[in-house]
């Protein structure tokens, strides 16, 4: 009689001997596939494409906090991933695959907290904040110049307009926001009494769906805040 032949391991109540009888349904030479036609091709190569978006605007946020990129260049790149990462998701097929930012996360065990606030904004930290006092003087250095001031102005204006004559939809709101944060960052660099509030409404507005519009409740909010932003502005000009 042989001996018996030793195990290459320490058998426990547990481990598994593979056997001969076994053997292999999937021919380790054929390729997999992850869809099985365009459209499921379209909606993985989108869903890639938000992935890299995410992890690329995490790495630019770090590079920011260490000034290894000028504001200009940071505020570029932004504005470009932002535009790419909200442009992937207005396709339907696509926003109900991702569901939502945090879904996604931890679907794909993703740790981008720089990145998950800067998309929570939805604006550059230039445009939320800016990060140090710039010389805004006009022709004779006594302040702002005036064409600046004018066009922070008229953003105002057409902003309480726009509530006044009834948008109340994401889509249409939004994008006056971030022009009037952008205009009055051009003009002061002083945290006036309202500014909060604008960045509060842009947050509030970019979690909503694109054709989603406020309560009557969050209009009246809406316009009182614009209001006294509005004169919080015109006090750092006098």
């Not at 869809?35 to 938000?50: G, M, T």
């Not at 009834?166 to 249409?172: F, H, P, S, T, V």
């Not at 409404?201 to 406020?214: F, K």
Request: with cysteine.
């Amino acid at each position: 009689m042989y001996p018996q032949r030793q195990l290459p391991y320490a058998p426990t109540p547990y481990s598994y001997t593979p056997t001969s009888a076994l053997s292999s349904t999937i021919s380790l030479d054929e390729e997999v596939k992850l869809f099985s036609n365009n459209a499921e091709r379209d909606l993985y190569e989108s869903l890639a494409e938000i992935y890299s978006i995410i992890m690329t605007l995490e790495a630019l946020e770090k590079a920011y906090l260490r000034d290894s990129v000028t504001e200009t260049e940071y505020t570029e790149t932004c504005n470009r991933l932002l535009k790419q990462y909200k442009s992937n998701l207005k396709n339907e097929a696509v926003a109900q695959a991702f569901v939502d930012l945090e879904t996604f996360k931890r679907e794909w065990d993703m740790e981008c907290p720089r990145a998950t606030e800067r998309l929570r904004v939805g604006i550059p930290a230039t445009d939320e904040t800016p990060s140090a006092p710039r010389p805004r003087q006009n022709a004779s250095g006594g302040g702002p110049a005036a064409p600046t001031v004018a066009s922070a102005i008229e953003t105002f204006i057409t902003t309480l307009d726009a509530i006044k004559l009834g948008l109340r939809e994401k889509d249409m709101l939004h994008p006056l926001l971030v022009d009037l944060i952008q205009s009055v960052n051009k003009v002061t660099d002083v945290d006036f009494d309202g500014k909060p509030k604008i960045v509060q409404w842009l947050i509030t507005l970019n979690q909503m769906r694109a054709a989603e519009p406020l309560t009557e409740d969050q209009v009246r909010e809406f316009q009182f805040d614009m209001e006294q932003a509005y004169y919080g502005f015109k006090s750092t000009l006098e």
